[in-house]
């Protein structure tokens, strides 16, 4: 099993930073992570995904160029930069870890979930 917790979530600004951690423990491995959101009423959706080893990134419309995701494999641990936030951002961010190195975007694809932190941005 792979436990994943997330971190960095709270209340920013509009135009506003914050950096999200997620931390694996567990039975740990390389693969593809990915952070998703959600907002009540409305299904998961993807935001941003990351190769085994970092080399491949994947992004929704809606956060190119203002978000960015990396990984420290060392550390067991994947990071989200969120910069130039706006309203609609506002969601609980959840990271997943699936079992595929490969890039993977739809959440049905992710075998272990975090338990999510809110995001909010305010106007």
């Known amino acids: 099993q792979v436990q994943l917790v997330e971190s960095g979530g709270g209340l920013v600004q509009a135009g506003g930073s914050l950096r999200l951690s997620c931390a694996a423990s567990g039975r740990t491995f390389s693969s593809s992570m990915g952070w998703f959101r959600q907002t009540p009423g409305k299904e998961r959706e993807f935001v941003a995904a990351i190769s085994w080893n970092g080399r491949s990134t994947s992004y929704a419309e809606s956060v190119k160029g203002r978000f960015a995701i990396s990984r420290d494999n060392a550390k067991n641990t994947v990071y989200l930069q969120m910069n130039s936030l706006k309203p609609e951002d506002t969601a609980v961010y959840y990271c997943?870890?699936?079992?595929?190195?490969?890039?993977?975007?739809?959440?049905?694809?992710?075998?272990?979930w975090g338990q999510g932190t809110q995001v909010t941005v305010s106007s």
């Open positions: 997943a870890q699936t079992q595929m190195l490969l890039i993977r975007t739809r959440p049905g694809e992710y075998d272990y």
